[in-house]
């Protein structure tokens, strides 16, 4: 009897096996997972954090769905994994064998090595766990700190201010995520969380955590002053867990290195989803992402290879769509910006290190109170392209960025200031799918 | 009959409005655009006639349950801008096939006689 055997249940997990099933439907598929809550939508703990969904939304999948699968489940943490006997041991001494392995197993909030890090009312937002710890301090608690960038600060500075707590945002640097928004959306982005009562204290390093009888009870910072608080909430970034491949002798970078057949350095092991690094031949390097697509298109692709198949990951265009404070954003392709950002080390979640590739491109954009427009145009297709707010023109520019379509045409009118953007765009797009005969004036706006 | 006038606006203009609106609804389905989707279960928590939008997101499909009342709650709820209300492929195609059987029978008729 083939096994398979895949630890994590995340996205990627879950997505390798159904491909698996698919091309096997008699194999034994074991899935290994740490986290009692088994498969969740990690992305969701934000709309939960806020009261938006109760916790029974957060589970895509109900047991049923396992079952129709024929996935065995254990609820057990891997201790060491054995590629030349095709054998995982988990703590609680058992041993799994394994034909093919998947390794999916997701990233984790870097820690801080601030002093007071240990205090009771330090929290991360890496998983249900955590977004119960916020909840049980944000029900007790008044003023919290939040230090960090990305996504991840955003959700916990949300996440306390809709329960009503006073919130200090920390940002080392000057302004907000300056590593894939330009300045104009930092500062939307600053100023709607400053509407909703946010204190943000620019140039700002969180140096000690202060305590009293165990429990935080404020904060200092580099600068020397003391802000009092309960609660501290940490987001500087995440670290693939690659520790377990790192002691299997698996070849390793910032992550587990696959190719794009997310093949490991072993032929049997793959890897998939936050934990892998995975090699894009367009750009020559290998390439983090910490995004749910990625996730579930690696997990897929991986598992068709493990059952036989012999198929690349087509990565596409990086793209994300997120909320911050409250505006919609999608994030498309190359938008240029910074390296790094003062605020994080490395990869936050929901990011793509795609976005940072600089391309030799103009910009283009369009502003309507918040409804925010970045084009990056490059020689005769778009590159990359920011929206915030407004999300009419999404689909057809990610389309237009992802098929690498000639944008000659109008590429004048794009660049030239006077032209209203978005209408350029609507109406080549309109062009587009009038000659391809689609009807897409079909698109009713709700 | 009767009663007090709520709207200004001329009988005719009004139906004609009526009409475009509930055939704009009629025609248009919930469409996912699945890349986008994480999951989350927002749409299917406020869908009041209880579907589960979120799978239809997962298996990438438009939502067909006829229950679906096109409230447009779920669409404007989900924070990822992940569906869109959309032409009901469905009846088009009915239109097609209603249209390609018409020439059919026409071509019939004419070679009899």
Sequence with gaps: MYKYLVIGAGPAGVSAIEAIRKLDPSGEITQVADEDAGYYSRPGLAYYLTGEIPEDSLYPFADTDFVRLNVCQEKARVKRILPLEHRVDLHDGRQLAYNRLLIAVGASASATRVPGVDLEGVVKLDNLEDAHCILKFARKRRTAVVVGGGITALELVEAFRSRGLGVHYFLRGDRYWSNVLDETESHIVERRLK?????????????????????????????????????????????????????????????????EYLNTSDPDIFAAGDVAEVFDPTLGKPILDSLWGPARRQGYTAGLNMAGKNVPYYKGVPFNVTRLAGLTTTIIGAVGGRQDDADTVGIVRGDSEGWRQMPDALVAQADFDINRLRLLVGENHLVGALLMGDQTLSRAIHHLVFKKVDISPIRDKLVEKGHPVTDVIADFWAKINAADGKDNHAAIQS | MGGKSVNRMPMNKRLSEETTKRQAIIEAQVVPDTSRCVQCGICSYYCPIGIDVRRHAWLDIPVLDSHCLTCGECIARCPRSVLRLDKNILFTASIEVMNKLHDKDLQKAGENV
């Design chain 1, 195 to 259: 509407e909703e009562g946010i204190q943000i204290h620019y140039q700002t390093e969180l140096a000690e955590i202060v305590g009293k009888g165990g429990k935080v009870a404020g904060v200092m910072t580099a600068g020397g002053d003391k802000i009092p608080c309960d609660v501290v909430g940490i987001a500087i970034g995440i670290q693939p867990r690659k520790g377990i491949a790192e002691s299997a002798g698996l070849k390793t970078e910032r992550g587990i290195s696959v190719n």
